[in-house]
Structure formats: structure tokens, C-alpha cells
């Protein structure tokens, strides 16, 4: 790819492109090699902080108790299910996950406020910086996906809300293998969907956690650390780590002229 100067320069004023850091240990990996295609997971995409918002408004100085352990639990309960052959959906295993993390914290969690935050996730809108990123990827000719654990309906609703209908080649749930990423099987959705070899395709991150299971699948990896969060310890890291998507086109603009 090489990103329109225009385009990138939008994204800097923006304040948006602030430069990502290689990994020292796949600082050079296939360096030069050009990226036909990146699939993203969705939370680099779609902003999930309202649903945690919610949770603030509805338990005052409780939110942020209430916020990580359900995330932690709702991935917790993901793998846990994958793993031994009983599989919920997305959905369902976020929902269990908040009714025992309201009451682990002993949190009076009413059928409307349940109901209330998990219908947050499908009023999830795109990150300030996706839209116009996307598009100048797209007129590079970088093919996209979305390649997710969330269910089809959570992520048809974030494309709707936030005007991207036209943004994506695919939009590749996890669902319809009935499955959880960091499976292997999950991450080679994307190789299946793009007909492409898995080194012409760039995985791109939201968690940590993913970042090292798409590495260790074999993917060119990126990861959009919006959160600022260390490095997990799980064997493998990203190719290169920025904030943003400005961060992101930078890397893949390097990667053909390095």
C-alpha cells in the first residue's frame, strides 16, 4: 500500500497518528512483503466503552468493578465453553457473564438493566478514526474484513450505526464455526474468505490476547492498543503495536517500502 499523503496527513491533523513501535522480536518479518488484505476484529473497529458507561450510570462508583468482571468473565466463560464442547453463542455467554458478575459484586441487576447493557452492544458506533481509514485503505486497494467472536447481529448493527455497509469485503463471525478466537480454526477464516495465502493478510487486534493468538497462528499481526495495556505473556507478540488507525496505515505503508 502506499496511503495517500493527503489522507494521512487528514488523519495527523486529526490528531490521530501518533507512531507505532515495532516488536523487537518480528521487527524484520516479512518486511517488503505487501499486504493484499487486513482483517480486523471488530473492537478495532467499534467502540465498546458506552456498554461500560452504561454500567457507571446505572451503579454509581460500581461501574468499573462491575465492567471488568464481566469482561473478564465473558472471556473466561468463551474459552471455557469452546473448550469443553458446550458452546454458547457470543451473546448468550456475555449475558451469563454479567448475571454472575452482578452477583459476585452482590449488585441488584434488574431484567430491564440487564437487558439495557447488553442491547449497548448493538448501539456500539465506529472509533472516531475508522471511517476515513478504512476508505483509504480501500482505495489503496487493501481488501477488508471483520473477523470476530461476536455474533452476526452484533456486527451487522455496528456497520449499520456506523455507516460502513459498503467498508467491508467480508464480516466473518466466529459463530458460524462455533467457535472462539485464539482457535486456530477462527483465525483461518479469513485465509478461506480472501482466498489468499496468510502471509498477504494483515491481522489487527483490539486485545492483547489476540494479538499473540493471531501471531501465533502465522498472521502479519498488528495491534491497535487503544487502551495503552502491557503486552500479554503468552509466547508471541504483534509485529508492530500503535494507538490508532493512523498508527496502523503507517505500518502498512512501511511494510512496502521497507
Do not use: C
Not at 496511503?3 to 521487527?27: I, K, P, Q
Not at 472509533?127 to 473477523?147: E, K, M, T, V, Y
Not at 459463530?175 to 483461518?188: E, H, L, Q, S
Amino acid at each position: 500500500m502506499s496511503l495517500d499523503r493527503r489522507e494521512f496527513l487528514n488523519l495527523a491533523a486529526a490528531g490521530l497518528a501518533t507512531g507505532f513501535v515495532m516488536s523487537a522480536s518480528h521487527a524484520s518479518a516479512r518486511a517488503g512483503s505487501p499486504i493484499k488484505a487486513i482483517a480486523f476484529d471488530a473492537f478495532a473497529i467499534f467502540d465498546p466503552r458506552a456498554v461500560y458507561l452504561l454500567a457507571e450510570q446505572f451503579f454509581p462508583g460500581k461501574g468499573a468493578d462491575l465492567s471488568n468482571a464481566w469482561r473478564t468473565r465473558q472471556f473466561e466463560y468463551q474459552w471455557l465453553r469452546a473448550l469443553s464442547g458446550d458452546y454458547v453463542d457470543f451473546w448468550q455467554a456475555t449475558e451469563d457473564a454479567l448475571a454472575f458478575s452482578a452477583d459476585l459484586l452482590k449488585l441488584d441487576l434488574s431484567r430491564d438493566r440487564r437487558e439495557q447493557l447488553m442491547d449497548a452492544y448493538l448501539r456500539m458506533k465506529a472509533w472516531p478514526d475508522a471511517s476515513l481509514a478504512l476508505q483509504a485503505f480501500r482505495n489503496n486497494g487493501i481488501r477488508l474484513a471483520i473477523l470476530s467472536n461476536a455474533t452476526p447481529a452484533i456486527l451487522d448493527a455496528g456497520i449499520k450505526n456506523s455507516g460502513l455497509e459498503a467498508a467491508f469485503e467480508h464480516v466473518l463471525s466466529t459463530d458460524t464455526i462455533r467457535t472462539y478466537k485464539p482457535d486456530p480454526r477462527a483465525y483461518r477464516m479469513a485465509i478461506e474468505a480472501f482466498d489468499l495465502r496468510r502471509e498477504d493478510i494483515l491481522f489487527v487486534a483490539f486485545g492483547g490476547w489476540d494479538a499473540a493468538g493471531s501471531r501465533a497462528f502465522g498472521y502479519r499481526t498488528f495491534w491497535v492498543n487503544r487502551l495503552g495495556l502491557p503486552l500479554e505473556r503468552l509466547g508471541a507478540g504483534p509485529d508492530a503495536i500503535g494507538r490508532n488507525l493512523a498508527d496502523l496505515a503507517e505500518f502498512v505503508d512501511r511494510q512496502r517500502t521497507t
